[in-house]
């Protein structure tokens, strides 16, 4: 098996969809004009990762109630530091940041509808 995209219900499909390909830098792969606005987004390799959608049926969940732990969405970054000042300038919220014996530094953000972000700067990376 090979892991295809995560995805999640979410109530502003535009607003979300926008401020992660504006902000991470995903683009649309592939994007449904009618409900319910299935977005999928690739990363900087092109590869599908994530998909949002609003399906007004079900609850769209308040994200901001669950704690990072539960889930978050985790991306690479070169610089932990100016990506959290970035990201927080552009409308996330800081939750925690560790840094670890190995020299790692992770930094875990909410993005504005609440989403747990976390930004990995790994000393060592992973395959």
Same mark, same amino acid.
């Given at each position: 098996m090979v892991f295809e995209h995560f995805a999640l219900n979410v109530a502003d499909i535009d607003g979300v969809v926008d401020w992660y390909c504006t902000h991470l830098g995903l683009t649309? #792969?592939?994007q449904q004009k009618e409900a319910p606005y299935m977005t999928f987004l690739a990363d900087s390799?092109?590869? %599908?990762?994530v998909e949002f959608y609003t399906r007004e049926d079900e609850l769209a969940e308040d994200f901001s109630k669950r704690h990072p732990l539960t889930f978050h969405v985790a991306f690479v970054s070169e610089n932990a530091e100016? #990506?959290?000042?970035?990201?927080?300038?552009? *409308?996330?919220?800081?939750?925690?940041? %560790?840094?670890?014996?190995?020299?790692?530094?992770? %930094?875990?953000?909410?993005?504005?509808? *609440?989403?747990?972000?976390?930004?990995c700067q790994r000393a060592v990376k992973f395959p």
């Open positions: 649309i #792969d592939n390799t092109g590869r %599908v990762v100016k #990506d959290k000042q970035r990201l927080l300038l552009a *409308g996330a919220s800081f939750f925690e940041e %560790v840094f670890k014996d190995d020299g790692s530094h992770l %930094v875990m953000l909410r993005d504005p509808w *609440g989403i747990p972000l976390q930004l």
